[in-house]
């Protein structure tokens, strides 16, 4: 009987997920393949020496100063897509979504971290990348000079975040950032690694 109990549970949970996925369709609201000379006017410079070259978002050091898609706000609920690498030894990878856009030392919004702290931890935070909630993966093998394929997906309070297809961290958030209230930016981020971008896509999850 415990058994059939767990059985039912677990498919009711199954439909649960399926059903509330189901209720959504992918509306893309803004793509960049960087096939062009300059960055350009939809990005926001804080420093650092972003550049395109290529066809890809290049930058070698930039010290936490970011480079945010100003021109476009990310929906509440949405799907994120990107293509990754770095060619240093130490990897160190990162990326932040639903920040504010603003200058900060240690993380905007929800920071993505692929091979951070000398290629040893990943990991999602909340407004600062050193947060005791962190969700971390330790010691994942990441390699220099290999591109990765990234996907992020926001519904409501949960984030899960892919990585060649299988899901690579998940955060729960209870207290989640709002579009609303200002925490809406795309930015692509680096401390002192080679690391290259490039084929952003951004999709609103939307009702059916």
């Avoid at 709002?178 to 490039?198: Q, T």
Wanted: charged content about 35%; some cysteine.
């Amino acid at each position: 009987m415990k058994l059939l109990s767990k059985t039912l549970v677990f498919l009711f949970s199954l439909f649960f997920v399926f059903a509330c996925s189901s209720e959504k369709k992918l509306v893309k609201i803004f793509e960049d393949d960087f096939n062009r000379a300059e960055i350009g006017e939809n990005y926001e410079i804080q420093g650092g020496d972003w550049q395109i070259s290529d066809g890809k978002l290049r930058c070698k050091t930039a010290k936490n100063r970011n480079l945010v898609l100003k021109s476009v706000d990310l929906p509440q609920n949405a799907v994120i897509e990107l293509t990754m690498k770095s060619n240093s030894d130490a990897v160190d990878v990162k990326f932040n979504l639903w920040g504010d856009g603003k200058i900060h030392d240690h993380g905007d919004g929800y920071s993505f971290i692929m091979g951070g702290w000398n290629n040893r931890i990943s990991v999602i935070s909340k407004l600062d990348e050193h947060e005791k909630k962190r969700a971390e993966k330790r010691n994942a093998s990441l390699e220099k000079g290999k591109e990765y394929k990234i996907k992020v997906e926001r519904l409501s309070n949960k984030i899960k975040w892919f990585v060649n297809g299988e899901l690579f961290l998940e955060y729960n958030d209870e207290t989640p950032l709002k579009v609303e209230n200002g925490y809406s930016k795309l930015s692509f981020a680096n401390w002192k690694s080679d690391v290259e971008f490039d084929d952003l896509k951004i999709y609103s999850l939307e009702e059916k």
